[in-house]
C-alpha cells in the first residue's frame, strides 16, 4: 500500500501564493511511479493539474506558466507551487500516485 499526506492548502487573495506538499510511504511506493496533482470541483469530474515522471511534467492548460510541479526522491515528496491564484482556482486538490493511489485532499480557497 501507499499512504499519502497532503498540506499546505489554505486561503489565500487572488494573485497570491501556496504550495501543496504531497508526502508518500508505504512499501508499495517507489520513487519511480508518477506523482499527480488532481483537483475536482463540486458536481464535476476530477481532472489532472499536473503530472510528474521519468517522462518529464505535464501541466492542465488552465494552470500553465502559473503553477510548478516537482518532487524530492529522497523525502517522496511531490509538490505544486500555484503562482498568481484565481478564485477560479478555489477547489479541493488531491495527490495521486501511479494512478491508484490517492491522497484525503486539501481545500485552497481563493477569495479576498
Known amino acids: ?10 486561503l489565500v487573495q487572488p494573485g497570491g501564493s501556496l504550495t501543496l506538499s504531497c508526502a ?17 470541483a ?6 489532472l493539474v499536473a503530472a510528474i ?3 518529464g511534467t505535464r501541466y492542465a492548460d488552465s494552470v500553465k506558466g502559473r503553477f510548478t ?13 500555484m503562482n498568481n491564484l484565481k478564485p477560479e482556482d478555489t477547489v479541493v486538490y488531491y495527490c495521486n500516485v501511479a494512478y491508484m493511489y490517492w491522497g484525503q ?7 479576498s
Open 53 to 55: 515522471s521519468s517522462g
Open 69 to 81: 510541479i516537482s518532487r524530492d526522491n529522497a523525502k517522496n515528496t511531490v509538490y505544486l507551487q
Open 1 to 10: 500500500q501507499v499512504q499519502l499526506v497532503e498540506s499546505g492548502g489554505g
Open 105 to 111: 485532499g486539501t481545500q485552497v480557497t481563493v477569495s
Open 42 to 47: 463540486p458536481g464535476k469530474e476530477r481532472e
Open 24 to 40: 508518500a510511504s508505504g512499501t508499495m511506493f517507489s520513487i519511480h511511479h508518477r506523482m499527480a496533482w488532481y483537483r475536482q
